[in-house]
């Protein structure tokens, strides 16, 4: 699985990946949802990353940083922004590229 496969995920195959490999229970991507979504931002954490939300009116970005190799994001240093239709999309995706780029999770 890469990047582009994880972009491309529906919502229930997305969540299906993301509950069971960070072990939570996140219903949907709406961000009424960002209470369990937290908890692959802690594992995140845990595991050394920095994650980023930037939220406007018009854009939603998450993007992950990590010094894994060298310094890297996951989506920054493609030249990629991807516009995420919630907070908790974001972070599902991001934390599924995190996982299946390093294998640390």
């Not at 993301?18 to 072990?23: E, L, T």
């Not at 595991?47 to 018009?58: F, K, Q």
């Amino acid at each position: 699985m890469d990047r582009n496969h994880i972009m491309g995920l529906s919502e229930e195959d997305l969540l299906g990946l993301v509950n069971k490999n960070f072990a939570t229970r996140i219903q949907g991507l709406k961000d009424e949802n960002l209470h369990e979504a937290w908890e692959v931002v802690n594992k995140l954490a845990e595991n050394g990353w920095g994650i980023d939300i930037r939220v406007t009116n018009e854009f939603i970005n998450v993007d992950g940083y990590k010094f894994y190799r060298g310094p890297g994001t996951i989506f920054a240093q493609y030249g990629y922004r991807p516009d995420f239709a919630s907070i908790v999309e974001g972070i599902c995706r991001t934390g599924l590229v995190a996982l299946f780029e390093t294998r640390e999770l």
